[in-house]
């Protein structure tokens, strides 16, 4: 099996280099890294006693992880932890949030790169976060003695029927797993619907709800009020995690809104890195003042109107929202995304509006809706409506608010309940190797 997936990873990557090439050329992308992906020069752990690694795809996955490795430093300070991403972006935001660890990027499936990434990292357990099943990696650190985990497991319906059709050939990996710790019991029933047996399935609920920001007034986001211009009296509307075509949506909501509530401030946050400077260009064509997070130096007194804040920067998002009084989750108004995590500005109480396009988090969504926590839209129109609707009407908002805020907090303790799975796999006997 390694052998002909490393043949199947070779002709994609063949196939694609045309591409990558072309990306790192005008963006930077898929730089750096290349010993450790490629070749699995992951750094050299020093030490004997137990190691955690943590493999997280990128900035989000990164990001859940702190209150599991804060935990860890406390309950278990003599243990080893270690922090793996696959993206640039996921690799500077890791290396910002937990400057002690040792952060790298994974190896490719390939694997001569597993086996010297777990040869050189010798991990008590690798737990690989949501999902990132990449057989050559299970398959390499079964081979090393490790244990495998998925931690914050999660599995959508669409990639429930992917995984599904192969199942024939997954299978091997999926038996490999010794632990999954998944969010909810939809979760759970889909995973052993892949052949994992029910036992080594565990329900320990989502780690985001327990690295959730609550407070507005922590020192991240009073400090982004100040760079970013924003006044205590200042109304704000926040649109996250944006995709193309829902900005267009956000400034229209914007500019109908502010007709009414001159203290309105727009706040932007694309998704994607590579959009900055496009949704940048893109507002001033529409005549619209910008202010660039990457800016912000720049003096605000100066600008007249006040300008739409552009947040070109990585790993913020989770603090701007407690900057909002009505926060719009993108990845939601048009069809294709499946949403994005809506819980950062329902955790601060915001009034929350997403669109219909939430496949992703329909547990969450549907939890939020019955108990009015959070406002579901139909299309721009409609968001022009609630917007306008909540600043009217402050106090309906702030209900909605309030509703979400009290589910988030009910929601609390998945770190614990995951470290004890990690926590029995540290103990258990040293597993035999499996071929």
Not at 107 to 123: I, K, M, Y
Not at 356 to 374: M, S
Request: with cysteine; net charge positive.
């Amino acid at each position: 099996m390694p052998l002909l997936l490393n043949v199947l990873y070779l002709i994609i990557l063949l196939a694609c280099s045309p591409v990558l090439l072309l990306r790192a050329f005008r963006a930077g992308k898929y730089r750096e890294g290349w010993a450790e992906k490629v070749l699995g020069r992951a750094p050299l752990r020093i030490g004997d006693g137990p190691c955690l690694w943590f493999h997280a795809v990128s900035v989000g996955e990164v990001l859940l992880l702190r209150p599991i490795v804060e935990e860890l430093a406390r309950r278990r300070p003599g243990w080893g932890v270690v922090v793996s991403t696959t993206t640039n972006t996921g690799l500077a935001v890791a290396r910002r949030t937990f400057p002690d660890l040792v952060t790298f990027y994974a190896p490719l499936d390939f694997s001569w790169a597993t086996r010297q990434a777990l040869s050189r990292v010798r991990p008590t357990v690798l737990a690989l976060v949501e999902l990132e099943l990449w057989p050559n990696l299970v398959w390499s650190a079964k081979q090393a003695g490790a244990r495998v985990a998925i931690v914050n497991g999660r599995l959508s319906h669409r990639s429930h029927r992917g995984y599904r059709r192969l199942r024939g050939p997954l299978g091997p990996t999926l038996r490999r797993l010794d632990t999954v710790a998944v969010q909810n019991d939809e979760y759970a029933e889909r995973f052993e619907d892949l052949g994992i047996p029910r036992q080594r399935i565990r329900v320990t609920g989502s780690i985001k709800y327990d690295g959730l920001e609550t407070d507005r007034n922590n020192p991240q986001t009073l400090a982004l009020r100040r760079e970013l211009g924003l006044s205590a009296s200042d109304l704000v509307f926040v649109a996250g995690s944006t995709m193309e075509g829902e900005e267009a949506a956000a400034l229209a909501a914007y500019r109908a809104a502010r007709l009414r509530h001159p203290r309105l401030r727009l706040v932007i946050v694309p998704r994607h890195a590579e959009r900055f400077e496009k949704v940048a260009a893109w507002l001033r064509q529409l005549g619209e003042p910008v202010l660039q997070r990457s800016q912000s130096y720049v003096l605000r007194s100066k600008i007249d109107p006040p300008p739409v804040i552009l947040v070109d920067s990585m790993g913020e998002l989770s603090a701007i929202w407690g900057l909002a009084d009505v926060a719009f989750v993108g990845g939601s108004l048009l069809p294709g995304r499946g949403g994005q995590n809506m819980m950062e500005p329902v955790a601060f109480g915001s009034s929350v509006l997403f669109g219909r396009y939430t496949a992703n988090f329909r547990e969450t969504v549907e939890q939020l809706l019955a108990r009015g926590g959070a406002l579901q839209v139909g299309d721009a129109a409609e968001l022009t409506e609630a917007l306008i609707a909540d600043l009217d009407d402050p106090e309906t908002a702030a209900m909605r608010g309030a509703a979400g805020r009290a589910y988030v907090m009910a929601q609390y303790g998945a770190s614990t309940r995951t470290l004890v799975e990690l926590d029995r796999l540290v103990e258990s006997p040293m597993l035999e190797k499996i071929a």
